[in-house]
């Protein structure tokens, strides 16, 4: 098995200023380094490299995006907006959304990192591939920037594949913590693309990600959320995915799975308040291979979005590629069987009241299909 991995060291320089935490500087606030820095994702690469598992991945090369991919999700006064503060050095492109000098040169790479990775999937060059993307995209929506996203990269990526006829149903699986708003936004019309978002409820943002946005119009049952409790382990996430994104996924048939892999389900991530290891994470991406196989040829691609703790997320991102790349390294997680330890991990009776729920949803979407068909 060939997997593909995209990574550019010019992501790294995406500056989101400086901050304590996620605070702007000022009077009573020292100033520190914003959460979402180059932290985690370089330590990620480097553990690539020196765990020897770079040995057994395809290098893949990232182009920059255009501003005509853009312009196929996003409106002309955002592609603007995101410019001209990019020029000025400093700003917010939205809310919690900060950008530097180039960031907009270097969001254009970040969704080309995308782009690349799904491309060499398709045309057969691998079998899977993982995009170390940043800065990331599932919140990004057609119109403002938010949450450190500053264009949707799964979005702009899709539709430029679509609109060169190498790509017709794709199927999104969002595990990153926060709910990815901006990804059901860009699709939530387009019966084409299924998107399923698992998430912590009502985090971030708030107000979105409910049971009952399940798509409108020729794209209604094609957007299935499932808005996890805060606490939730692995027995929330792996039961959610049997019941409700295997289904789904084996219901809908794409030609590509796409994953958004976000780390911030974690139980170490300042941002979320989940209890996964990297552990689960491994036997979460070994589903998605298994299901890929069943029902896309095996085409699977994976893309980076968020995840805070820049010491864990290494070993979640690893876990996951190894599994990606059928290759297991001498690398040991610390933290998992800690982690494992902590009461709660197994499915709780109201974490089983919304999988209850999401599931009834299938029959909408099973429905829909078969008139399709």
């Given amino acids: 098995m060939a997997t593909g ?5 010019q992501l790294m320089w995406h500056d989101t200023g400086s901050s304590a935490d996620m605070m702007p500087p000022g009077r009573f606030v020292e100033p520190g380094r914003h959460l979402e820095s180059p932290g985690s994702k370089r330590r990620l690469n480097n553990l690539i490299q020196v765990s020897g598992l770079a040995r057994h991945l395809v290098p893949i ?6 501003v005509e991919d853009l312009l196929r999700v996003h409106t002309q006064r955002h592609v603007d907006d995101i410019r001209t503060l990019s020029e000025r050095g400093s700003g917010f492109a939205g809310p919690q959304a900060p950008i530097g000098l180039n960031s907009f040169d270097i969001a ?18 691998v079998d899977n591939a993982y995009a170390l993307a940043r800065p990331p995209g599932h919140h990004a929506e057609p119109d403002q920037a938010m949450g450190n996203c500053l264009f949707s990269n799964i979005g702009v990526s899709v539709r430029r594949l679509q609109h060169e006829g190498l790509l017709g149903r794709a199927a999104i699986v969002d595990w990153d913590v926060h709910h990815g708003n901006g990804t059901e936004t860009v699709f939530y ?5 299924l998107t399923i978002s698992l998430h912590q409820d009502n985090l971030y943002p708030t107000g979105r990600g409910a049971l009952a946005d399940n798509g409108k119009g020729a ?22 995915f049997d019941r409700v994104v295997a289904p789904a996924l084996r219901a809908f048939k794409p030609d590509l799975m796409i994953v958004a892999s976000g780390f911030d389900a974690s139980g170490f991530d300042p941002l979320g308040r989940m209890m996964l290891n990297s552990e689960c994470f491994r036997r979460l991406a070994a589903r998605m291979v298994a299901l890929a196989a069943e029902t896309s040829d095996g ?38 069987d800690h982690i494992d330890e902590w009461a709660g991990q197994e499915l709780q009776p109201h974490q089983a009241a919304v999988i209850d729920a999401a599931e009834s949803l299938l029959a909408g979407l099973r429905q829909r299909l078969a008139s399709a068909a």
């Fill in 5 to 9: 991995y995209v990574f550019h060291e």
């Fill in 189 to 193: 019309s387009d019966p084409s693309v």
């Fill in 61 to 66: 090369l990232a182009e920059p995006v255009t």
């Fill in 299 to 336: 085409r699977l691609m994976m893309t980076h979005e968020g995840g805070y703790s820049e010491g864990y997320v290494p070993f979640c991102g690893h876990a996951v590629i190894e599994t990606l790349a059928n290759h297991r390294t001498e690398v040991v997680d610390p933290l998992s």
């Fill in 219 to 240: 794209g209604e049952g094609y957007n299935i959320n499932i808005p996890l409790p805060a606490g939730s382990g692995t027995g929330a996430y792996e039961a959610s």
């Fill in 108 to 125: 254009l790479l970040s969704a080309g990192t995308t782009y690349a990775a799904m491309r060499a999937v398709l045309t057969g060059r």
